[in-house]
DNA sequence: CGCCCCCGTAACAGATCGGTAACACTCCGT
DNA sequence: ACGGAGTGTTACCGATCTGTTACGGGGGCG
């Protein structure tokens, strides 16, 4: 379940809010003043921050510049008063994603909240740790210990494979469909190169494979210890 | 959180100021006399100051020029007694960017105070730095070592795009649909075209690009060292 | 124990992709 | 209308990747 962090001090429009969100499968943090809502957002991470402009404390411009400046990346959405559109640019400049004005229909509230947290998903990081390996997969980016090891298309393809399905045996004819395509012409043995190539990438003793495993007649499958 | 200055002999004044500003959120720093002010804002670099014009050692207005002539650009509002109004032209030739003229409501401070930090923040240079090279968003500017290196205004969009999304895997959709747009017509080949010339622009050694990087089959991804 | 099948692996040739230069086209401002 | 800058397209080349083949080894089963 996804976290939202409302940062409203006018209880009336923060209860409305609350009830809207929850009601709609959200877990709803809430915060009145500005330091108690950038204290939330540093402590509680929320996968989205509906921030008000004019608040005790510290202002919603503050609240954004410093929640991007402890370079925490979750959506922001700010909402303003009607007559501060004046400040809108300058919200987006300081890291907030997107702004509602009041008054605003929850419904588009909701539909904008949507986009974002589904636009986050998407360019979410993905790093898969097994070993002394790390593979980032946003930056396409395979590490071993210290140094970077490259990896070919194909390659970097198979091996996400694997990490993505640990534990699972993979035939050949499977492999070759997500990796290769379903109209794939290659023949089988193509895989078994890669493997290799593989092997001597990631493994510690390429002879005495711990990750990618094979299994007799099937395919294989990657298994890293723990 | 913001850091104010306020240089005020008043003690009374001070303590006014200094409790008011505090309950709005900013850290206060305070300075009795004129030659303590200076040192505070040389010191200190606080974000803005309050600035009295009747002050021991040295006055307000060669507090304010001798600030100036350090080249420090935070924001200074002159705090001014009834009947020194014919010197506020004086004062804000001299650099100063506002002034309130006691009796002033502390509301009406806070608001001015408010105003320019926000203005200040929204003229806040935006620039990277990669290697020897300087990319200032805001002046629409590329600096490498001295010089001043001109750029197209694609060029500059996908070099924008790049340092903006560091070690990110950028697929050539991707930059297609961020610097061309959504409706873009363009072949593919296109932006090969144009990381030529920014690595030309850009690299040390073009032929080996160290910002600048290829994945085969994907796009490109900006990385630099350090 | 020995055969057979399957897999590991090296070597190689062909395919593919990106770098780049040359060219064409479109806007501008003069 | 002309010239220049900016932009997009194409073609060629070289580097890298990929698929195939062949050979060798090892495990399982008879």
């Not at 501060?84 to 919200?91: A, K, M, P, T």
Request: proline letters at 6%; aromatic letters at 8%; glycine letters at 6%.
């Amino acid at each position: 379940m996804e976290t939202i962090l409302i940062v409203e001090d006018d209880p009336t429009m923060l209860r409305g809010l609350k009830d809207n969100f929850e009601f709609h499968g959200y877990r709803v943090l809430a915060a009145d003043d500005g330091e108690a809502g950038l204290n939330a957002a540093l402590n509680a991470r929320p996968d989205l921050i509906l921030l008000d402009l004019m608040l005790p404390k510290i202002n919603g411009y503050e609240v954004c510049r410093l929640i991007r400046k402890e370079k925490l990346g979750m959506p922001i959405i700010m909402l303003t008063a009607k007559g501060e559109e004046s400040d809108i640019v300058l919200g987006l400049n300081l890291g907030a994603d997107d702004y509602v004005t009041k008054p605003f229909s929850i419904k588009e509230l909701l539909a904008r909240t949507d986009a974002l947290l589904r636009r986050m998903r998407s360019t979410e990081l993905e790093v898969y740790r097994f070993g002394d390996c790390e593979l980032d997969i946003s930056a396409r980016k395979l590490t071993r210990g210290a140094e970077e090891i490259k990896l070919s298309p194909k390659e970097f393809r198979l091996l996400e494979l694997f990490v993505k399905k640990p534990g699972r045996a993979l035939s050949r004819d499977e492999i070759l469909n997500l990796v290769w395509g379903y109209d794939s012409i290659s023949g089988p043995r193509t895989i078994d190169r890669f493997v290799t190539t593989l092997r001597n990438k990631i493994e510690p003793d390429p002879h005495n494979p711990v990750y990618i495993h094979t299994l007799r007649e099937i395919g294989y499958k990657f298994d890293p210890p723990q």
